[in-house]
C-alpha cells in the first residue's frame, strides 16, 4: 500500500484526478447513496454518510451534487447497488483488493477478471488475499495542519494505532470499529481530515522491479477507471523513478 498510496497521491499532485472528475464524482455519488440508503439520510445519524460527504467535499463536489445523491436514494424504484469484493494476484505475487459497488455483479465480475488477465494477473476466491492486510481505519490530513511530532501525539489521545507522517500529509490508522470516535477527536483539534475511511492496509509489501512495477501500476489504474470499482489496494513497494516516470 506504501506504493499504491504514494501513485495516487503523485496523480492527485499532477492534476490527472482533473481530468477524471465526472468519473470521481459518479464514484463518490454512488457511495453517498449507497450510504444514505442502508442508513439515515441525515449525516448526523449516519457515520458512513458523513464520511462519504466530506470524501465529496475533499474533492470538491458541488453540494448540489450531494445533495441530489442524498435525495436519489430515497427515491422509490431507485437503482440497487450491491458492496462486492474481488480478491486477486498481480505480477510478482502482488495482492491486490477491489472494492465495488454494483447493480449488475456479472458485469463487474468480468470486467475485473479481464483486467487482471490482461495485466499477467488472475482473481482468486474471497479470502485469497484479505487475510494478508487487516482491515481498519485511516484518517488523513495535510502536512500542514500539525508537525509529525503533535499529530502523533494527537493520534494517541485520540485512539489511534499508528500515524505516518511524509511531505504528503498524516495518515493515522485505528481499529475499524473505533474510526468514527477517532476521527471526531481529531477533527476538533485540527479541522476537518482530508479524508476518514475504512481501508485495507497490507500487513507486508512486495518489492518490484521496474518492469514489473509498471505492469502492476498500469493495472491498478485500469481498475481504478472502472466505473463499478470503488477502491483498489495493493500490497507492494516500488521505486520512485517508476512512480514519477508513469505520472509525468
Not at 103 to 113: F, G, I, K, P, Y
Amino acid at each position: 500500500m506504501a506504493g499504491h498510496s504514494k501513485f495516487k497521491n503523485i496523480m492527485h499532485r499532477k492534476g490527472r484526478q482533473d481530468a477524471k472528475r465526472s468519473k470521481i464524482f459518479s464514484k463518490l455519488a454512488k457511495e453517498i447513496t449507497v450510504a444514505a440508503k442502508l442508513g439515515a439520510p441525515d449525516p448526523e445519524m449516519n457515520p458512513r454518510l458523513r464520511l462519504a460527504i466530506q470524501a465529496a467535499k475533499a474533492q470538491n463536489m458541488p453540494k448540489d451534487n450531494i445533495e441530489r445523491a442524498i435525495r436519489k436514494s430515497q427515491e422509490a424504484g431507485g437503482e440497487n447497488y450491491e458492496e462486492v469484493r474481488y480478491e486477486g494476484f498481480g505480477v510478482g505475487g502482488v495482492g491486490v483488493i477491489v472494492e465495488a459497488l454494483t447493480d449488475n455483479r456479472n458485469r463487474t465480475a468480468s470486467e475485473v477478471r479481464a483486467i487482471f488477465s490482461k495485466s499477467g494477473g488472475n482473481l482468486g476466491e474471497t479470502g485469497a488475499v484479505s487475510f494478508m492486510f487487516d482491515h481498519v481505519g485511516a484518517i488523513e490530513f495535510d502536512a500542514s495542519v500539525a508537525s509529525a511530532d503533535e499529530m502523533f501525539e494527537a493520534a494517541i489521545e485520540a485512539g489511534a494505532d499508528d500515524v505516518e507522517s511524509s511531505e504528503d500529509g498524516h495518515t493515522l490508522y485505528c481499529d475499524a470499529e473505533s474510526l468514527h470516535q477517532v476521527a471526531k477527536a481529531l477533527e476538533e483539534r485540527f479541522g476537518e481530515p482530508r479524508s476518514a475511511r475504512l481501508v485495507w492496509r497490507p500487513q507486508n509489501t512486495i518489492a518490484l522491479d521496474d518492469a514489473k512495477g509498471e505492469t502492476l501500476l498500469k493495472m491498478l489504474e485500469a481498475l481504478e477507471d472502472s466505473d463499478d470499482v470503488q477502491n483498489v489496494y495493493a500490497n507492494f513497494e516500488i521505486s520512485d523513478a517508476v512512480l514519477e516516470r508513469l505520472s509525468a
